[in-house]
């Protein structure tokens, strides 16, 4: 199991907020996981030290919105609070768990995926959700090649 640092825990727990941020501020949550694990704002929070991690989730927010200059919409879908807490957690965690950036890591388990998965994974240890995750992406990768 891996040991995160007291920062690094902060910055999962930063990353979750800011989903909740995000969710509390009115905008399409499955449009906005995209957006943010894209953005170059999810790139600072992948790099080793960038003073972006160190800004809190509200600065986070207003940096995507500025980067994504109307990509995000209000209204539309709503997941829960507690489902976008998670996300955010779970995918930061993951960077740290596997070394994968936010692009990698979302191509894998995209936000439909995280709010399927939501029900039976968040009781989980994050490794072994983060494993799970994994697994199905995989399995699905071999149905679509016909395995």
């Given at each position: 199991?891996?040991?995160?640092?007291?920062?690094?825990?902060?910055?999962?727990?930063?990353?979750?907020?800011?989903?909740?941020?995000?969710?509390?501020?009115?905008?399409?949550?499955?449009?906005?996981?995209?957006?943010?694990?894209?953005?170059?704002?999810?790139?600072?929070?992948?790099?080793?030290?960038?003073?972006?991690?160190?800004?809190?989730?509200?600065?986070?927010?207003?940096?995507?919105?500025?980067?994504?200059?109307?990509?995000?919409?209000?209204?539309?879908?709503?997941?829960?609070?507690?489902?976008?807490?998670?996300?955010?957690?779970?995918?930061?965690?993951?960077?740290?768990?596997?070394?994968?950036?936010?692009?990698?890591?979302?191509?894998?388990?995209?936000?439909?995926?995280?709010?399927?998965?939501?029900?039976?994974?968040?009781?989980?240890?994050?490794?072994?959700?983060?494993?799970?995750?994994?697994?199905?992406?995989?399995l699905r990768m071999g149905k679509e090649a016909g395995y």
């Open positions: 199991m891996l040991e995160l640092s007291l920062d690094k825990r902060q910055l999962c727990d930063i990353q979750g907020r800011l989903f909740e941020l995000a969710l509390k501020s009115g905008y399409d949550s499955p449009v906005f996981i995209e957006a943010f694990m894209n953005s170059r704002a999810a790139e600072c929070l992948d790099d080793t030290y960038d003073r972006l991690q160190w800004a809190g989730e509200e600065y986070i927010l207003e940096e995507l919105e500025d980067e994504a200059a109307g990509a995000l919409k209000k209204a539309g879908e709503s997941f829960s609070r507690e489902i976008m807490y998670w996300a955010g957690y779970v995918y930061r965690y993951w960077h740290y768990y596997s070394g994968e950036n936010s692009r990698e890591i979302y191509k894998i388990a995209d936000a439909r995926t995280m709010e399927e998965c939501w029900p039976g994974f968040h009781t989980l240890d994050v490794e072994m959700a983060i494993d799970d995750l994994k697994e199905i992406h995989q």
